[in-house]
């Protein structure tokens, strides 16, 4: 009977992802709306067949990743953070929390065509977002999921007066959701657990956007990779440091999108539907493997070059879309 209800939602969420996207609309402006921080190390959550049913959908919260909004605040306690290209060869960051909800996170920007395609995984997901293109609000209205954008008159967001607009607003997840959905909502299709044979020693690694890069370095004493954006160690608002258990670097179709920002740049369209290459980091070593994920309702599945799931290590996961070329 799961099962069924399963695969019902994932028939239904792809249903109205493809009605959804499949508008060709034209470029408009960004809209906005009107905080600030946590701490350290991620815990180690258990994710596995037995875990307590999910009380709820997953928070998943659009994050700026551009000098000026660091360090950022609640990166440490996501489950799963995304880390997508966006116009002019930069980066912006997706945070998903089922786990726990921090205290703040932010700075919060606005969403972009693809990020529904990424999220028709998850049950009826809440996106937290400044705002968006105005002619792609549509069909973010139509997609599964609750759209939580910042407006004037919500309690949920909030602006520091320490830094400069538009690096300046944050959102104080519980507002949104009053308590953490727990792990049953990662419908990611990840596989969790014991590190395969094989791979190679790999003590640092760098994805390179034309105008921002990610360098993960493995720390043996923490057992976690430590995060440097273009260069710089990424920092928690406490002072620590960001320390993902895996990294995923997913290569994909990066194409153009229907949309332009306010400058007439083109905003990507990443394809996280289909299947490529991927490189999966965890406890020091680099293991080649595929990805697939066959529908917006599935999750994505990894499979190393032995034909088996390729386990992560348990802990927080940055997932970084990378082109194909």
Not at 5 to 18: D, E, I, N, S, V
Not at 48 to 66: I, Q, R
Not at 204 to 222: E, I, K
Not at 269 to 295: C, I, Q
Request: aromatic residues 6%; contains cysteine; positive net charge.
């Amino acid at each position: 009977m799961a099962g069924t209800r399963r695969g019902q939602r994932r028939r239904r969420c792809a249903a109205l992802l493809t009605a959804a996207v499949a508008v060709s609309l034209a470029a408009a402006g960004c809209t906005a709306g009107p905080g600030a921080e946590d701490d350290g190390r991620t815990p180690d959550h258990a994710r596995s067949p037995s875990a307590a049913p999910a009380s709820g959908p997953v928070l998943a919260v659009k994050v700026d990743n551009v000098p000026a909004a660091r360090p950022q605040s609640g990166l440490e306690d996501a489950d799963v953070v995304y880390a997508e290209p966006v116009e002019a060869g930069l980066s912006r960051l997706m945070a998903v929390y089922a786990s726990r909800l921090p205290a703040s996170v932010g700075p919060v920007r606005s969403a972009r065509e693809s990020d529904l395609e990424l999220l028709g995984q998850f049950d009826r997901p809440v996106l937290a977002f400044s705002g968006a293109q105005s002619k792609l609000l549509p069909l973010i209205d139509g997609a599964p999921l609750r759209a939580e954008p910042a407006r004037e008159d919500s309690d949920a967001y909030v602006r520091a007066d320490d830094r400069q607009a538009p690096h300046n607003l944050y959102l104080h997840p519980r507002k949104l959701l009053g308590k953490p959905s727990g792990p049953a909502a990662l419908t990611t299709g990840f596989a969790y657990g014991k590190a395969p044979a094989g791979g190679r020693a790999e003590s640092t690694h760098t994805v390179r956007y034309p105008s921002a890069s990610f360098t993960f370095t493995w720390s043996g004493g923490r057992d976690r990779w430590l995060v440097s954006l273009d260069g710089t160690p990424a920092r928690t608002a406490d002072g620590g440091r960001l320390a993902p258990a895996t990294v995923v670097v997913q290569h994909v179709t990066v194409r153009e999108s229907d949309f332009r920002d306010f400058r007439g740049s083109n905003s990507p369209y990443v394809e996280s539907v289909g299947s490529g290459a991927a490189e999966v980091l965890r406890d020091g070593r680099a293991y080649e493997a595929t990805w697939k994920r066959g529908a917006a309702g599935d999750g994505t599945t990894f499979t190393g070059r032995d034909g088996k799931p390729l386990k992560f290590a348990e802990g927080q996961v940055w997932v970084v879309f990378a082109g194909t070329s």
